[in-house]
T-cell receptor, first 112, second 113 residues
Framework: DGGITQSPKYLFRKEGQNVTLSCEQN?????MYWYRQDPGQGLRLIYY???????QKGDIAEGYSVSREKKESFPLTVTSAQKNPTAFYLC???????????FGEGSWLTVV | GNSVTQMEGPVTLSEEAFLTINCTYT??????LFWYVQYPGEGLQLLLK?????DKGSNKGFEATYRKETTSFHLEKGSVQVSDSAVYFC????????????FGKGTKLSVKP
């Protein structure tokens, strides 16, 4: 089945550690996105990529990094520089700029 | 800048009641408008969309009409079910940043039997 797969679903991290969230899509979409969701809040854009080997910062990129070495993959690293990383992270993709964006099931990150 | 404002929840309704969730937007140009739904612990699912003024998006009994004169995209359903309990997000595509979505804060809907 076509879709967007995020892993892991739940992740616990100790303070000071980096952690990488995986996002894979088999929809042949060019554009991929990472959003962060905090309780009772809307979604905020972290990073996005419109094409392989290129990506741009979103509204809250500080403390995060991404790579886009393959069309189907867009991993997000939450670094120790991110001051408040506990949140629900959503990966998304679209066939192109301005087209409908589709979401994965999300990953819960908790810092302990 | 572009923004989306939707009514604050939570909204609690009885089964078969009429639902309206208000959404207004501020944008330059002519963005596409979306409603997404999020069930507990899950990602967002596209519920419906409209790409130009006066378009009506519809899906699963939900409807929303793109009203440019009032900059609104209110979500309606004539008869809600318990299974409609979820958080609903209004969003617009930000043409200035390559189509990224700008979201409202979400409205939690609880439907009681």
């Amino acid at each position: 089945d076509g879709g967007i797969t995020q892993s892991p679903k739940y992740l616990f991290r100790k303070e000071g550690q980096n952690v990488t969230l995986s996002c894979e899509q088999n929809l042949n979409h060019d554009a991929m996105y990472w959003y962060r969701q905090d309780p009772g809040q809307g979604l905020r854009l972290i990073y996005y990529s419109q094409i392989v080997n290129d990506f741009q910062k979103g509204d809250i990129a500080e403390g995060y990094s991404v790579s886009r070495e393959k069309k189907e993959s867009f991993p997000l690293t939450v670094t120790s520089a991110q001051k408040n990383p506990t949140a629900f992270y959503l990966c998304a993709s679209a066939s192109g700029s301005g087209n409908t964006i589709y979401f994965g099931e999300g990953s819960w990150l908790t810092v302990v | 800048g572009n923004s989306v404002t939707q009514m604050e929840g939570p909204v609690t309704l009885s089964e078969e009641a009429f639902l309206t969730i208000n959404c207004t937007y501020t944008a330059t140009g002519y963005p596409s408008l979306f409603w997404y739904v999020q069930y507990p612990g899950e990602g967002l699912q596209l519920l419906l969309k409209a790409t130009k003024a006066d378009d009506k998006g519809s899906n699963k009994g939900f409807e929303a009409t793109y009203r440019k004169e009032t900059t609104s995209f209110h979500l309606e359903k004539g008869s809600v079910q318990v299974s409609d309990s979820a958080v609903y997000f209004c969003a617009l595509s930000d043409l200035g940043s390559q189509g990224n979505l700008i979201f409202g804060k979400g409205t939690k809907l609880s439907v009681k039997p």
